[in-house]
């Protein structure tokens, strides 16, 4: 009865059919003698057979091994189950032992049927270690160039895929077994008088096997691993990098594969790599989740398999290339309308694809007796990769929203402070190097920020993170201050326990000698006793000296640069003992960098529009002096922050939102908030700006001032921030306040 039957129709196929085939039949397939691999993907087609260039072509007659460097892939080809073996074997070569067949269909149990596509294609032996001439970088590294690590007494060699952020870090992608065991592990390039240099430290990310059900959620791959051999190493300067191609081209958009976007389009999609062993390498999508191994019970998957374009064709790769980012050829695609604003804008700026960890060399003799060789690359989703090690991809550091200790707060604090000074000739001063202090918010919602390059000039308000938290070790701890921990003991009063917020409330114990003894008596050492208040102590009274002695110069940069500080008293992540989460819990730990920077830089439009509302018809209106006032001034503004958005508050939002919708949940709950905090923040700066510059122009011997406030030049600011004698940055320990 056909009219009952279930029709097969191959064509009507999709990836998950294919995916659930596979893995329903794996176990059969896998232990067929020939069998060295499984794929998914589309039916291979033999170059000689006329349905290659007409579909509706009669099939041969004679039909010679399908191998795998006679055939093709045609926009007609069927989804199949590609099954690689190591001998072609004809039909009556198993009448003897039928039991090694492979079916011409899988049929799953609701009738569902697919083809196998089974192609000769035997392995050859891993070819020799030696790389020649691996493209190092003589300027700033690139995505293509060569990176180096020291391991069991010999040089390997491998790939920079790309530059990636976790929030607060900049890193290097490549293949994990480049970086070897991780963290701390130490990889090299040259600088340009030829002399080996570190350039970047191996992270602790570093994902190998990840089980395919982590990769992909809702897939079958029962026992299933997918070999994502991917890790990030920690740059050491980023000045010496570049989030751009070696030739130059910056990278578009990664290219998104999950379940919901991943599909059989996807073969024959052409792609280009960039290796530092083999140069450019051209290629294209061959197959999906190859299947190269089965060890112990447990099955091994490569994302994807890369093979040649055409039949006479090879991709070209060698040890060395991996961490090499393959890319979308869009100029190359046949699919892709060549009028189309998107395809010209990917042939301009391509979008990066994978990252390569490995090669496949398959070797065969062909009837006429002579050798024949073909190579592929085995990678994994570039999109897959940033997903497993938690971080985003960057395609142009000139371009790119910085990402590096929560530039955005900072520089719309000082920027807003700016125009909130009442005195006359102060405003002026500021509003002429308004731009020197910080950016404005239009550079601030397009992305264009500073980095952490000492070659460059950094706008004031984030001098303190981009260039003295590496030049001045000794600043790391005047950034923040434990103000609420209520487990502390009082240094005086032991039985007691007390907080730095309660213990400012007295006078006496507003020193550096009672704030010393409190962090010793918690166990604190020297380098972590936050000194927030004491550092904004400490410059108000530099500031104070310069307006008397007209040094504005000084003033404007001693200005900009304590502004981060006063940005710091305003987040209240920074003024808290649960600035990285509750002690003892790492899973909170990224609450800082996820709360401070990632929120911040994806709403960076709706926080400026917030604060510019909050700040209009406002100006600084509290007027204090001297040092411990204006160390007063700042604690004020932490404990406001503290009360009006508890640390507390904003974990337990982060830990309620995993995942992908957590950023926007946390704007959701937190975004007003955070938004009062920085409005207050800005007014508090502008308040201890005016204070001590109206504390020095009073002084008796103060010295005459321009006629008009001057704009001061880049080059004597950068001058004076890289003087490590200019506001010196120095330990709790060291201070001896009032």
Same mark, same amino acid.
């Given at each position: 009865?056909?009219?009952?039957?279930?029709?097969?129709?191959?064509?009507?196929?999709?990836?998950?059919?294919?995916?659930?085939?596979?893995?329903?039949?794996?176990?059969?397939?896998?232990?067929?003698?020939?069998?060295?691999?499984?794929?998914?993907?589309?039916?291979?087609?033999?170059?000689?057979?006329?349905?290659?260039?007409?579909?509706?072509?009669?099939?041969?007659?004679?039909?010679?091994?399908?191998?795998?460097?006679?055939?093709?892939?045609?926009?007609?080809?069927?989804?199949?189950?590609?099954?690689?073996?190591?001998?072609?074997?004809?039909?009556?070569?198993?009448?003897?032992?039928?039991?090694?067949?492979?079916?011409?269909?899988?049929?799953?149990?609701?009738?569902?049927?697919?083809?196998?596509?089974?192609?000769?294609?035997?392995?050859?032996?891993?070819?020799?270690?030696?790389?020649?001439?691996?493209?190092?970088?003589?300027?700033?590294?690139?995505?293509?160039?060569?990176?180096?690590?020291?391991?069991?007494?010999?040089?390997?060699?491998?790939?920079?895929?790309?530059?990636?952020?976790?929030?607060?870090?900049?890193?290097?992608?490549?293949?994990?077994?480049?970086?070897?065991?991780?963290?701390?592990?130490?990889?090299?390039?040259?600088?340009?008088?030829?002399?080996?240099?570190?350039?970047?430290?191996?992270?602790?990310?570093?994902?190998?096997?990840?089980?395919?059900?982590?990769?992909?959620?809702?897939?079958?791959?029962?026992?299933?691993?997918?070999?994502?051999?991917?890790?990030?190493?920690?740059?050491?300067?980023?000045?010496?990098?570049?989030?751009?191609?070696?030739?130059?081209?910056?990278?578009?958009?990664?290219?998104?594969?999950?379940?919901?976007?991943?599909?059989?389009?996807?073969?024959?999609?052409?792609?280009?790599?960039?290796?530092?062993?083999?140069?450019?390498?051209?290629?294209?999508?061959?197959?999906?989740?190859?299947?190269?191994?089965?060890?112990?019970?447990?099955?091994?998957?490569?994302?994807?398999?890369?093979?040649?374009?055409?039949?006479?064709?090879?991709?070209?790769?060698?040890?060395?290339?991996?961490?090499?980012?393959?890319?979308?050829?869009?100029?190359?695609?046949?699919?892709?309308?060549?009028?189309?604003?998107?395809?010209?804008?990917?042939?301009?700026?391509?979008?990066?694809?994978?990252?390569?960890?490995?090669?496949?060399?398959?070797?065969?003799?062909?009837?006429?007796?002579?050798?024949?060789?073909?190579?592929?690359?085995?990678?994994?989703?570039?999109?897959?990769?940033?997903?497993?090690?938690?971080?985003?991809?960057?395609?142009?550091?000139?371009?790119?929203?910085?990402?590096?200790?929560?530039?955005?707060?900072?520089?719309?604090?000082?920027?807003?402070?700016?125009?909130?000074?009442?005195?006359?000739?102060?405003?002026?001063?500021?509003?002429?190097?308004?731009?020197?202090?910080?950016?404005?918010?239009?550079?601030?919602?397009?992305?264009?920020?500073?980095?952490?390059?000492?070659?460059?000039?950094?706008?004031?308000?984030?001098?303190?993170?981009?260039?003295?938290?590496?030049?001045?070790?000794?600043?790391?701890?005047?950034?923040?201050?434990?103000?609420?921990?209520?487990?502390?003991?009082?240094?005086?009063?032991?039985?007691?326990?007390?907080?730095?917020?309660?213990?400012?409330?007295?006078?006496?114990?507003?020193?550096?000698?009672?704030?010393?003894?409190?962090?010793?008596?918690?166990?604190?050492?020297?380098?972590?006793?936050?000194?927030?208040?004491?550092?904004?102590?400490?410059?108000?009274?530099?500031?104070?000296?310069?307006?008397?002695?007209?040094?504005?110069?000084?003033?404007?940069?001693?200005?900009?640069?304590? #502004?981060?500080?006063?940005? %710091?008293?305003?987040?209240?992540?920074?003024?808290?003992? =649960? +600035?990285?989460?509750? &002690? *003892? !819990?790492?899973?909170?730990?990224?609450?800082?960098?996820?709360?401070?920077?990632?929120?911040?830089?994806?709403?960076?439009?709706?926080?400026?529009?917030?604060?510019?509302?909050?700040?209009?018809?406002?100006?600084?209106?509290?007027?204090?002096?001297? #040092?411990?006032?204006?160390? %007063?001034?700042?604690?004020?503004?932490?404990?406001?922050? =503290? +009360?009006?958005?508890? &640390? *507390? !508050?904003?974990?337990?939002?982060?830990?309620?939102?995993?995942?992908?919708?957590?950023?926007?949940?946390?704007?959701?709950?937190?975004?007003?908030?955070?938004?009062?905090?920085?409005?207050?923040?800005?007014?508090?700066?502008?308040?201890?700006?005016?204070?001590?510059?109206?504390?020095?122009?009073?002084?008796?011997?103060?010295?005459?001032?321009?006629?008009?406030?001057?704009?001061?030049?880049?080059?004597?600011?950068?001058?004076?921030?890289?003087?490590?004698?200019?506001?010196?940055?120095?330990?709790?320990?060291?201070?001896?306040?009032?």
């Amino acid at each position: 009865m056909p009219r009952f039957a279930r029709k097969i129709d191959f064509a009507s196929l999709g990836l998950i059919d294919l995916i659930q085939a596979r893995d329903l039949h794996h176990a059969d397939l896998a232990g067929l003698p020939n069998v060295i691999g499984t794929a998914v993907g589309r039916y291979l087609i033999r170059a000689d057979d006329p349905r290659v260039k007409n579909p509706s072509a009669p099939a041969p007659k004679d039909r010679p091994p399908r191998t795998i460097d006679n055939v093709t892939i045609c926009n007609w080809s069927w989804p199949a189950v590609l099954v690689f073996v190591d001998k072609w074997l004809k039909t009556d070569a198993f009448h003897e032992n039928p039991q090694d067949y492979i079916p011409p269909r899988l049929v799953m149990p609701d009738g569902r049927a697919v083809p196998t596509c089974v192609v000769e294609a035997p392995s050859l032996p891993r070819s020799e270690r030696t790389v020649r001439q691996p493209a190092f970088s003589s300027g700033q590294i690139a995505a293509g160039n060569a990176i180096m690590r020291d391991a069991q007494q010999e040089e390997r060699i491998g790939t920079v895929s790309c530059l990636v952020t976790d929030g607060a870090d900049i890193f290097a992608l490549t293949s994990g077994h480049v970086i070897g065991d991780g963290e701390q592990s130490d990889l090299y390039g040259f600088d340009d008088v030829g002399h080996r240099q570190v350039v970047a430290t191996g992270a602790s990310s570093v994902r190998r096997d990840v089980p395919f059900s982590e990769a992909y959620p809702e897939w079958p791959g029962v026992r299933t691993y997918l070999n994502a051999d991917v890790g990030i190493a920690r740059v050491s300067d980023v000045a010496d990098w570049d989030a751009r191609l070696a030739d130059g081209r910056r990278m578009g958009p990664v290219i998104n594969l999950s379940i919901d976007t991943l599909n059989l389009d996807l073969i024959g999609c052409p792609l280009v790599g960039y290796g530092a062993a083999s140069g450019q390498m051209k290629g294209q999508v061959t197959a999906l989740f190859y299947r190269y191994a089965s060890i112990g019970g447990s099955d091994f998957v490569a994302d994807l398999l890369i093979g040649p374009r055409e039949i006479d064709e090879n991709v070209a790769t060698r040890p060395g290339d991996s961490g090499a980012v393959w890319l979308w050829d869009a100029a190359a695609d046949a699919a892709a309308d060549q009028n189309d604003d998107s395809v010209k804008q990917a042939i301009a700026a391509p979008n990066p694809l994978a990252v390569q960890w490995g090669g496949y060399r398959a070797g065969l003799g062909s009837g006429a007796g002579s050798h024949v060789e073909r190579q592929f690359a085995l990678a994994t989703s570039l999109s897959l990769a940033c997903r497993l090690l938690e971080v985003e991809f960057i395609s142009d550091l000139g371009y790119e929203r910085g990402q590096y200790w929560g530039k955005t707060g900072h520089y719309k604090v000082a920027w807003s402070a700016c125009a909130l000074v009442r005195n006359e000739y102060l405003l002026a001063l500021l509003t002429a190097n308004r731009n020197k202090i910080s950016v404005s918010d239009e550079d601030l919602s397009s992305g264009q920020v500073p980095m952490n390059n000492d070659k460059t000039f950094i706008a004031l308000a984030d001098v303190a993170d981009l260039y003295w938290r590496s030049a001045r070790p000794n600043d790391k701890a005047n950034h923040f201050a434990d103000m609420d921990n209520p487990n502390a003991k009082d240094p005086d009063n032991p039985s007691k326990k007390i907080t730095l917020l309660d213990a400012w409330k007295n006078k006496l114990t507003r020193t550096t000698d009672y704030w010393n003894r409190y962090y010793e008596e918690d166990g604190t050492d020297t380098a972590h006793r936050g000194a927030l208040p004491f550092r904004a102590w400490e410059v108000y009274e530099l500031l104070v000296e310069y307006a008397r002695d007209a040094k504005l110069t000084e003033f404007v940069c001693a200005a900009g640069c304590v #502004g981060h500080y006063l940005g %710091d008293a305003c987040q209240p992540l920074h003024v808290s003992y =649960l +600035h990285h989460g509750g &002690p *003892k !819990k790492p899973e909170e730990s990224p609450v800082h960098s996820i709360y401070e920077t990632k929120m911040l830089d994806r709403f960076v439009d709706d926080l400026i529009q917030g604060v510019n509302a909050g700040l209009r018809g406002k100006s600084a209106q509290q007027k204090f002096q001297g #040092g411990a006032a204006a160390a %007063d001034h700042v604690v004020t503004t932490m404990s406001r922050t =503290l +009360h009006r958005l508890a &640390p *507390k !508050k904003i974990i337990d939002v982060f830990v309620k939102n995993p995942g992908r919708p957590r950023l926007q949940a946390m704007w959701d709950a937190l975004g007003d908030e955070t938004i009062a905090c920085i409005v207050d923040g800005a007014i508090g700066l502008a308040e201890y700006w005016e204070a001590a510059w109206e504390e020095g122009r009073a002084a008796s011997d103060a010295k005459q001032l321009p006629d008009e406030a001057p704009e001061v030049d880049d080059v004597d600011l950068m001058a004076l921030y890289r003087d490590k004698t200019f506001m010196q940055s120095r330990l709790l320990s060291q201070m001896k306040l009032p």
